[in-house]
């Protein structure tokens, strides 16, 4: 006599192409380790490069030409007084109206000497600028 394929299958596979539960943990589980494993060899965030260093003299290649989408997947700052209005668009948080606002406080004050000048600009607070301050950088300050 011979077997249907239902009867073949054992009884926790059953129930017409739905996991069990017992099989749902198996494959979040798997899941997890797999992101665990993901993250333990991705970076936390950007690199880390020093305060007024914007990242364009990197064994003779010419990054200053990327834009800041490409320099943001690079792990590389975007220079905060020369971006343009799109590049800073790359940096969670920015839409098309505040990069415009940024851009336009630029070209009135003559650019940004320090981080908190940033907060003059409409929409951008100390809790917004900490979310920024990672992806730009600024030019270091001379004076003492």
């Known amino acids: 006599m011979e077997t249907s394929l239902a009867q073949q ?3 926790s596979y059953a129930g017409r192409g739905r996991c069990t539960i017992g ?3 198996e494959i979040g589980l798997a899941l997890l380790v797999m992101l665990l494993a993901l993250l333990a060899i991705l970076p936390a965030g950007p ?7 914007t990242g364009t003299e990197t064994q ?13 997947l690079l792990g590389l700052p975007i ?21 415009k606002r940024i851009t336009d ?3 009135l004050q003559g650019g940004f000497s320090r981080w908190q000048d940033l907060t003059e600009v409409k929409g951008i607070g100390p809790k917004r600028l ?10 270091v300050s001379k004076e003492p």
């Open 47 to 53: 690199a880390a490069i020093p305060p007024g260093d």
């Open 9 to 11: 299958v054992p009884s």
């Open 60 to 72: 003779g290649m010419d990054l200053a030409a990327l834009s800041g989408a490409h320099r943001i």
């Open 79 to 99: 220079e905060l007084n020369t971006a343009a209005a799109g590049d800073l668009q790359a940096i969670p948080g920015i839409g098309p109206a505040l990069s």
């Open 105 to 107: 406080y630029r070209l």
């Open 23 to 25: 099989t749902r943990q």
């Open 130 to 139: 900490a979310l920024m301050r990672p992806y730009l950088s600024l030019p």
